[in-house]
């Protein structure tokens, strides 16, 4: 597609309950990363796929998030057994291999609130 | 963990003036990276600065990059009530591909 598809744009769940993001990147885009965005501050990192080389997960908050992303296409993460402070916007982003040379694509991001 | 760090963290301007935001950063970088962003969504990259860069314009934007500093600039002129938005800085962590970014520094542009 032309940009980065997220979905859905906005979802309220019940605390205790397991959500699922998705992402679409650019195609051709071998790079995906997922953000989170608290209300009033930056951006934090969650996880970074480049192509079919183990994910860097370092920024998982806690062993309720995962994420998965087959070959160079679609993303998703999940965060099971929500909690509150899980509220937030989150945001992916696809570039060419090699962000440090290229600029990010975002997407409009999912905005998450638990209940 | 932190890598750029805006500053100020919030400037409110007359439309037609213009806008300076500084960046600060700890560790070497290659490039240095702009994005803005409004209504709390999506991120929208403006410029990127490679380390061997000392100023790069795009259309009103002026970046400016002083790697003896750890430093950036991003320069809007003649600004307009539409560049009302958080604006970020960012640069890839140590030699990963990932970007670190700063808090943002929230623009206010009255007309």
């Known amino acids: 597609g032309a940009g980065v598809s997220q979905s859905p744009s906005n979802k309220v769940t019940e605390k205790g309950k397991d959500v699922e993001l998705r992402c679409d990147p650019i195609?051709?885009?071998?790079?995906l990363y997922w953000y989170r965005q608290r209300l009033g501050q930056g951006l934090e990192f969650l996880i970074y796929f480049q192509g079919n080389s183990a994910p860097d997960k370092s920024g998982l908050p806690s062993d309720r998030f995962s994420a998965e992303r087959t070959g160079e296409s679609v993303s998703t993460l999940t965060i099971q057994r929500t909690q509150q402070e899980d509220s937030a916007v989150y945001l992916c982003a696809s570039s060419l291999a090699g962000s440090g040379n290229y600029g990010y694509t975002f997407g409009s991001g999912t905005r998450l609130t638990v209940v | 963990s932190q890598q750029g760090e805006e500053d100020p963290q919030a400037l409110s301007i007359q439309e037609g003036e213009n806008a300076t935001m500084n960046c600060s950063y700890k560790?070497?970088?290659?490039?240095l990276q702009w994005y803005r962003q409004n209504s709390g969504r999506g991120l929208v990259h403006l410029i990127l600065i490679r380390s061997n860069e000392r100023e790069k314009h795009s259309g009103r934007l002026r970046v400016t990059l002083d790697t003896s500093k750890k430093s950036s600039s991003l320069l809007i002129t003649a600004s307009r009530a539409a560049d009302t938005a958080s604006y970020f800085c960012?640069?890839?962590?140590?030699?990963?591909?990932?970007?670190?970014f700063g808090k943002g520094m929230k623009l206010t542009v009255n007309p």
């Open positions: 195609s051709g885009h071998t790079a």
């Open positions: 960012a640069t890839p962590q140590g030699g990963s591909e990932k970007l670190v």
């Open positions: 560790t070497s970088i290659n490039n």
